[in-house]
């Protein structure tokens, strides 16, 4: 679906003219407010200016509130997680299983050929870890699983990119996830 935004203008979008505006109310405000005590002969206009001034502020302030909503979402839920990293709730579904089958991250069972093994997936501090079983490591650090992985999650509504996988002698590949950087890619 198109995506709807305003048509470029020639004095200026208000996108950027509205911040500054902003900031330029609450200075005038609040000087208006120290003027008042200072001259008692015109302290109740300053006083109604200083008012005017900063309701002004304040309305600039939530447009442009309502203009980067999407980013204050974002950094509201960034506070919660305390930026101790991701909260991937895909990890433990039934979802991330079926990735795993469709991108081949699993290992023929020794005992059964009828069953196939699937490594286990955990979430991390900096993003997530899966466990290498069998002979899966090399598949595991590979550009292309990397690629797919970052694919699915961002499929799955994740803004993440995969910065990089690493092997620890523990049996597990870890991978580092960042936020996305949709934003430097091209689009055709």
Not at 36 to 57: D, E, T
Not at 95 to 113: C, R
Not at 126 to 154: V, Y
């Amino acid at each position: 679906m198109a995506i709807r935004s305003r048509k470029p203008q020639e004095g200026g979008s208000p996108e950027k003219i509205i911040p500054p505006l902003g900031w330029l109310f609450l200075i005038a405000g609040i000087l208006l407010r120290i003027w008042a005590y200072k001259i008692p002969w015109f302290g109740l206009y300053c006083l109604l200016f200083s008012n005017l001034s900063i309701l002004l502020c304040v309305m600039c302030w939530i447009y442009w509130g309502v203009i980067n909503r999407k980013e204050i979402a974002r950094l509201i839920a960034d506070k919660e997680n305390n930026n101790s990293g991701f909260k991937l709730n895909i990890v433990n579904s039934p979802v991330m299983k079926d990735f795993l089958f469709q991108a081949k991250a699993i290992a023929p069972d020794p005992y059964d050929p009828r069953y196939q093994q699937f490594p286990s997936v955990e979430q991390t501090k900096k993003g997530l870890k899966i466990e290498a079983i069998g002979n899966l490591r090399q598949w595991l650090l590979s550009d292309s699983f990397r690629d797919n992985l970052e694919s699915f999650l961002n499929q799955h509504g994740y803004d993440v990119t995969v910065q990089n996988a690493n092997y620890k002698s523990d049996g597990w590949v870890y991978y580092t996830l960042i936020r996305g950087i949709k934003s430097d890619r091209l689009r055709f």
